[in-house]
């Protein structure tokens, strides 16, 4: 019987995109696609929201991060800084993880004339802190596909677990191939990706706006959690991101801010 092999997760490539979420899927995949998760309606307030925001505070520039030019730094206004909040994601988050539900990061990855290049092959779970159960929920308020810079996933990449280290994977390094997947979102569709699946997107070659709030739920036993959304806490103690280099005496991280110091 195959447990996490190639062939058994190409076989389940027509079941991870559906109106309904499927966690058997979802576990052996790493991904699932709901279709029409949210309603049309709620979407479009929030790209007003946006439109409204990007016109006001974006479009003549933003502060590009030059480490991830995706990630958008600049505050958001408060209807979409609270889209993680929103029942009907969190009644999904549910599914995945269960009564008790946490957060770990909200924040918009977007592609635009100020980022439209493309994203290295990585997982996320890396640069995390806590337990490795983790999942982005993906809302896209725009079209987000092959066109502009949509997201790949190496579905089943997940079961290998942390590498060792953080930056860009090399696949042909592993004897294993995966298949690959580039769904086509519209406002409304939503994406589950497990933290620590593989992923990467190209360039938003069409020119057209990749609009895309990332939501990473967790369980409420998680001490990287920064909110409890559902449910009651089950664990009694947390960390904070902010803190990590003050956990260590040397690290990795230390040697290299180290280095820089000296090289300036």
Same mark, same amino acid.
């Given at each position: 019987m195959a447990h996490?092999?190639?062939e058994l997760v190409?076989?389940?490539i027509d079941k991870l995109?559906?109106?309904k979420f499927n966690k058997e899927v979802f576990d052996k995949t790493g991904l699932f696609? @709901?279709?029409n998760a949210l309603p049309k309606e709620l979407v479009s307030e929030w790209k007003k929201e946006w439109d409204e925001f990007y016109e006001k505070s974006l479009a003549n520039g933003r502060n590009v991060?030059?480490?991830n030019p995706v990630d958008l730094k600049e505050e958001l206004p408060e209807k979409l800084a609270k889209i993680y909040?929103?029942?009907f994601l969190l009644d999904v988050a549910e599914q995945v993880f269960g009564k008790d539900v946490a957060l770990l990061n909200h924040r918009f990855v977007i592609k635009d004339k100020f980022s439209p290049g493309e994203v290295f092959l990585h997982h996320d779970y890396c640069y995390h802190i806590g337990n490795p159960n983790k999942a982005s929920f993906f809302v896209p308020l725009s079209y987000?596909?092959?066109k502009n810079g949509g997201l790949t996933y190496y579905l089943g990449t997940h079961k290998y677990g942390y590498l060792g280290d953080a930056g860009e994977i090399d696949p042909d390094h592993f004897k294993e191939q995966w298949p690959q997947v580039t769904p086509e979102l519209e406002p409304g569709d939503l994406a589950i990706m497990n933290s620590v699946l593989w992923h990467?997107?190209? @360039?938003?070659?069409a020119g057209i706006d990749r609009i895309v709030a990332d939501i990473i739920y967790q369980p409420a036993d998680d001490p990287s959690s920064k909110e409890l959304l559902r449910g009651q806490w089950q664990t009694d103690i947390f960390i904070q991101h902010k803190d990590i280099v003050k956990f260590f005496k040397t690290s990795r991280v230390k040697k290299i801010i180290e280095l820089k110091e000296k090289v300036k």
């Open positions: 996490n092999s190639p190409r076989g389940l995109d559906s109106t696609v @709901i279709r991060n030059v480490n909040k929103n029942d987000a596909g092959k990467k997107s190209g @360039i938003n070659e």
